[in-house]
């Protein structure tokens, strides 16, 4: 019985430790920018594989510069990614087939947004985006760090630009 009882103790021991080098290993793999973080990220602050994701899916404009990027993927920043800049909102996904599917909006083309606050941290702050002329589409805010609410004050700011 003694034995048996060792036996399970250093069983446990070691589940333990495979355990916490895993979410040691997760840890640093999000600290390193590797995957996805899980709040939402400034455009000077974007990790190199994030703004690859990025490139792949949209180009850049002149003089355009990225205000907010938020990645709900979970090991790869190409999953799905919600990009705010000062001249477009972007929602972008990475469907079955590995084809990335991107939805856009300028801001002189919205007609309006809407937005549903998160109240907990399992979901995620949803914004509605309802272009003009074409399909309305969502993107996606953490509300880590209360960061969505600047984010979507940063999105009603330049619709109102847009207007004048």
Known sequence: MRT?????????GLLVVVLFMGAMWIGLQIESGAVPDTVIVSGEDLSE???EAIN???????GETIAFF?????WDWEEDGNLITNQRVVSYMQEEDGELFVEEA????????ETEFSDNWIEDT???ITPKEEEDFVIA???EEDLDHPAVEYIERKLEEAKQ
Not at 56 to 62: D, H, M, Q, S, Y
């Open 56 to 62: 792949k899916a949209i180009t850049l404009r002149p």
């Open 106 to 113: 300028d801001y002189a083309n919205i007609a309006e947004i």
């Open 126 to 128: 949803l914004v509605w």
């Open 4 to 12: 048996f009882l060792i036996g399970l103790a250093i069983a446990f």
């Open 141 to 143: 805010l953490s509300i």
């Open 49 to 51: 594989p994030a703004l």
């Open 70 to 74: 938020y990645s709900t993927g979970v």
